[in-house]
C-alpha cells in the first residue's frame, strides 16, 4: 500500500490533504510540530508524528519513525506580510529556515532511501504570488521562488533515479492561518510610510468572492494530481485565482 508524509498537517492546506489521502486508501504519515491526532479521521492506515522542518534531529527522528514511504508532500511554512523596510532579520530569517531550508532538508531526508528503490515523488507546496508578485510580500516570495528554483533544479539530478519532484502553486487562501501567522510575526505592525499600501490591497482582498480565492481542497487535489500522475507538468496551479492568475501569465508571456 503507497504510503505518503506530509508535512504542515495541524491545519489548513496539509490537513486537509491528509484527508484527501486517507480517504483514496493510502498509509498516511501527518507531521506537525504539536501532534494532534483528533483532527483526523482515525484510521489503522493513519499515523500522526512530531516534526519541526527546521530542526535537524527532529527531522532525522520523524524520517526514521515513518518507515519506508513513497511520497513526500513539503507543505510546511510561514505566512508573512510586511515591507521589506519593516521585515527583521530575524523574521526574514525565520521564513527561509522554515520555507526553503525546511524543504530542502525534508527532500535531503528522504532521498537515500528514494534513490535506492529509484522511486518516489516530491511534492513542493509553493505559492502563486511567484507567478506574478503582489505588495508587501517580498520576503515571502523570495523564499517560495527559492523553493521553485530548488525544485527544479534537483528535479534534474534526481530524474535518473527514478524520482519526481513537482510545484503546487495555491493561490489566497483566506480559511487557512496564514493571515493569522502573518500577524503574529507583525509585532510593530505595517510600517507608517506603507499603510495606504496595505490598506489597498485589504480593501482589494475583502472584495475578492469566495468562488474566486483558493480553498484547502483546491491544494489537496493538486497534490494528488502531483503525486499521482506521472505526466503532469512541473508546475501545478491550485485554486480559482491562481490558475487565472497563470493563464493571463502564460498569454501575457505568449504576446510579448
Known amino acids: 500500500m503507497t504510503t505518503v508524509l506530509i508535512t504542515g498537517c495541524s491545519s489548513g492546506f496539509g490537513l486537509e490533504t491528509a484527508k484527501y489521502f486517507l480517504e483514496r486508501g493510502w498509509n498516511v504519515v501527518a507531521t506537525m510540530r504539536k501532534p494532534r491526532e483528533d483532527l483526523l479521521p482515525a484510521s489503522e492506515r493513519l499515523r500522526v508524528l512530531p516534526l519541526d522542518v527546521t530542526d535537524a534531529k527532529s527531522i532525522a527522528e520523524c524520517v526514521a519513525a515513518a518507515g519506508p514511504i513513497d511520497v513526500l508532500v513539503n507543505n510546511a511554512g510561514v505566512g508573512f506580510f510586511n515591507p521589506l523596510e519593516g521585515t527583521s532579520a530575524e523574521n526574514a530569517r525565520l521564513i527561509f529556515k522554515t520555507n526553503t531550508l525546511g524543504t530542502m532538508a ?28 503582489l505588495h508587501l510580500l517580498s520576503v515571502y516570495t523570495a523564499s517560495k521562488a527559492a523553493v521553485n528554483a530548488f525544485s527544479e533544479s534537483v528535479a534534474l539530478e534526481l530524474e ?69 500522475d506521472p505526466n503532469c507538468p512541473m508546475r501545478l496551479p491550485a485554486g480559482a485565482d491562481a490558475v487565472a492568475l497563470a493563464a493571463r501569465v502564460g498569454r501575457e508571456s505568449v504576446m510579448a
Open 106 to 133: 525534508m527532500t535531503q531526508a528522504v532521498l537515500p532511501q528514494f534513490r535506492e528503490r529509484r522511486a518516489g515523488v516530491i511534492v513542493n507546496v509553493s505559492s502563486s504570488v511567484t507567478v506574478a508578485p
Open 160 to 228: 535518473p533515479f527514478g524520482i519526481r519532484v513537482r510545484i503546487v502553486l495555491p493561490g489566497r487562501a483566506p480559511e487557512t492561518d496564514f493571515g493569522q501567522n502573518a500577524r503574529a510575526l507583525m509585532a510593530g505592525g505595517i510600517p507608517e510610510p506603507y499603510g495606504d499600501i496595505a490598506e489597498a490591497v485589504f480593501a482589494k482582498w475583502a472584495q475578492q468572492p469566495v468562488d474566486e480565492v483558493t480553498h484547502a481542497i483546491d491544494v489537496a487535489e493538486a497534490v494528488w494530481r502531483a503525486a499521482t
